[in-house]
Every structure is written in structure tokens, then in C-alpha cells.
């Protein structure tokens, strides 16, 4: 089914509201998702997995010794934006910040935070495991959008993990290696093209995935009433 951009964007944030997401993990959730969803990433599968889930995630912060601060529990969703400012506070102070996350509960949305930390003229690689494989992608600082470069579908380790690092020394090395024969890369261009077009053609979502999101938003919404009807509230009846 197609929707407008906004439209599930409204719809998702509601539906992680009442499956007990705080409001701002809630609104970053929802944005990274509806994102990937517009680029070809299946965003709204990846925000299925947080829905009625606890949080588990851990964290952990790099500098250029290698030494780590203990493995911390995520205040929030570390995947979407966290890790990023964590790693780029390391990198301010030591030329290169990196955070490792452990139990990620939708590891696709580190692409958004990619995506947001590249339009800030930053510098950032990533890499994330899932089902398909170990992915990696990249920002240059330059570009709005970020660059895809794949996924290695032999590297199935590390499942529900994520590295992000942030280097401001240039001659230091990722602290990862990055496949030669990677599937599916996207350019910075052709993710943008696919955004662009998105918000003119709306974007395709399943409708089953959008009926889960509808169920899960009823949990915000006030009973209705003849009173509540009779003065303009709504809400069981505004097409979602």
C-alpha cells in the first residue's frame, strides 16, 4: 500500500509511544525507520522488532589506546543517534572515537544515524550484523547522504551488532576490516534519487507490518465517548 512520508512517520512514533518507548527514543525511532524505509531498507520491518521489546542494548566507547570503558546499558536506542555523538566526542579529544554496541534491537537504523551525522560534515564509517550478513557503509562529510557499500553475506557473526567510528586523524585505521566482494552497495546519489522520489510518490509499506503499527498506536488513544465524539476527538476512525 502507498503512504505519505509524514503520514507513517506519525503513524510509527504513535504505535512505539504505546509500546512503551520514551518520547524521545520514540521520535528518533520513527524517523530512522520511515528514512530507510524511503531508500529501499525495509525500515518498518526493522521497527517491528521494537515494539512491546525491552531494552537490552550495551555500549561501549574506544579511543585511540583501545581501551574501553566498561560496557554500558543504553539509556536510549543507541543504534539511531547515540553512538555517533559518543564516537564523535572521543574523536574531538582523541582522533578517533569508537563505539561498539552489543544486543542492537534493529541494527538497520545505524544507517540514519549515518545519514544525519554526514549532513553535520562529519566523518564516519559503520559497520552492522544482522541476519543477512556483516553490512558497512560510509559518510564522507561531504555528501548529504551517506554511501552504502554493502553487505558480506559469509560474515554472519557478531549478530545484532554495531561499530560506528569517527576519525578526525585520517591515518589511523578502521577499527574493522571491510570485504572486497561486497553485495548491493548504493551510491550517496542513487539514495538520495530514491528519497527524493519518495516524498513525491509516497513510499510502499506492507500492509500487514502497518496494521501491527496501527494496533500498537490504539494504546495511546483515549476511550471513545458520545461527549468526546460530539467536540471533534478522533482517532479509531483517521485511516491509519
Given at each position: 500500500m502507498k503512504m505519505a512520508m509524514n503520514e507513517l512517520v506519525s503513524l510509527s512514533r504513535a504505535a512505539l509511544e504505546g509500546s512503551g518507548w520514551a518520547q524521545g527514543d520514540y521520535e528518533d525511532a520513527a524517523d530512522a525507520a520511515v528514512w530507510l524505509?524511503?531508500?529501499?531498507?525495509?525500515?518498518?520491518?526493522?521497527?517491528?522488532s521494537l515494539l512491546g521489546a525491552t531494552p537490552v542494548e550495551l555500549y561501549a566507547v574506544?579511543?585511540?589506546t583501545g581501551i574501553a570503558d566498561p560496557a554500558r546499558h543504553a539509556a536510549g536506542l543507541v543504534g539511531c543517534l547515540a553512538a555517533f555523538e559518543l564516537a564523535w566526542a572521543q574523536a574531538t579529544q582523541d582522533g578517533i572515537g569508537i563505539?561498539?554496541?552489543?544486543?542492537?534491537?534493529?541494527?538497520?537504523?545505524a544507517l540514519f544515524?549515518?545519514?544525519?551525522?554526514?549532513?553535520?560534515?562529519?566523518?564516519?564509517d559503520i559497520a552492522w550484523n544482522d541476519a543477512k550478513g556483516r553490512h558497512f557503509a560510509t559518510a564522507s562529510g561531504c555528501?548529504?547522504?551517506?554511501?552504502?557499500?554493502?553487505?558480506?553475506?559469509?560474515d554472519t557473526g557478531d549478530r545484532e551488532?554495531?561499530?560506528?567510528?569517527?576519525?578526525?586523524?585520517?591515518?589511523?585505521?578502521l577499527p574493522y576490516d571491510v570485504a572486497t566482494d561486497l553485495r548491493d552497495g548504493v551510491?550517496?546519489?542513487?539514495l538520495e534519487a530514491r528519497y527524493d522520489d519518495t516524498l513525491w510518490c509516497g513510499l510502499e509499506a506492507d500492509e500487514t507490518q502497518i496494521a501491527r503499527l496501527g494496533q500498537w498506536k490504539t494504546r495511546v488513544?483515549?476511550?471513545?465517548?458520545?461527549?468526546?465524539?460530539?467536540?471533534?476527538?478522533?482517532g479509531q476512525d483517521d485511516g491509519f
Open positions: 524505509q524511503a531508500v529501499g531498507f525495509d525500515g518498518i520491518g526493522a521497527l517491528s574506544h579511543g585511540r563505539v561498539r554496541v552489543t544486543n542492537a534491537m534493529a541494527p538497520r537504523l544515524g549515518l545519514r544525519t551525522m554526514g549532513a553535520r560534515a562529519r566523518r564516519f555528501d548529504v547522504f551517506p554511501v552504502y557499500l554493502g553487505y558480506d553475506e559469509r551488532g554495531i561499530v560506528v567510528c569517527c576519525r578526525t586523524d585520517e591515518d589511523l585505521p551510491s550517496s546519489a542513487e488513544l483515549v476511550e471513545a465517548t458520545a461527549a468526546s465524539r460530539e467536540h471533534g476527538a478522533g
